[in-house]
């Protein structure tokens, strides 16, 4: 069993910043690609950023040059930096990870979510 579980959401004014944190944790042996999506209220969830193992990380047209994503093998972290945030960027972020497990699956997990509200 491995569980996601995302943290440091919450309302920040447009030009602010606010760094997301994602925590993996249970029967882990190695996590491949970390992902971090967001989906706002009557949309789509969509990719906003990802990072491999070894640090490469891609990100969404609409938050290049704004976030980064990183990670902490050692300690099976993630974060978001995000910074001059608009009001856009409001909706609730995920965290995603593909995972091998220590009985050898493959799986893919979802975290439960971190809400992010960009507003004056």
């Known amino acids: 069993q491995v569980q996601l579980v995302e943290s440091g959401g919450g309302l920040v004014q447009p030009g602010g910043s606010l760094r997301l944190s994602c925590a993996a944790s249970?029967?882990?042996?190695?996590?491949?690609?970390m992902d971090w999506y967001r989906q706002a209220p009557g949309k789509q969830r969509d990719l906003v950023a990802t990072i491999t193992s070894g640090g490469s990380a891609n990100y969404a047209s609409s938050v290049k040059g704004r976030f980064t994503v990183s990670r902490d093998n050692a300690n099976n972290m993630m974060y978001l930096q995000m910074n001059s945030l608009k009001p856009e960027d409001t909706a609730e972020y995920y965290c995603?990870?593909?995972?091998?497990?220590?009985?050898?699956?493959?799986?893919?997990?979802w975290g439960q979510g971190t809400q992010v509200t960009v507003s004056s």
């Open positions: 249970g029967s882990i042996a190695r996590i491949y690609d």
């Open positions: 995603y990870a593909f995972v091998r497990t220590t009985q050898n699956t493959r799986s893919r997990y």
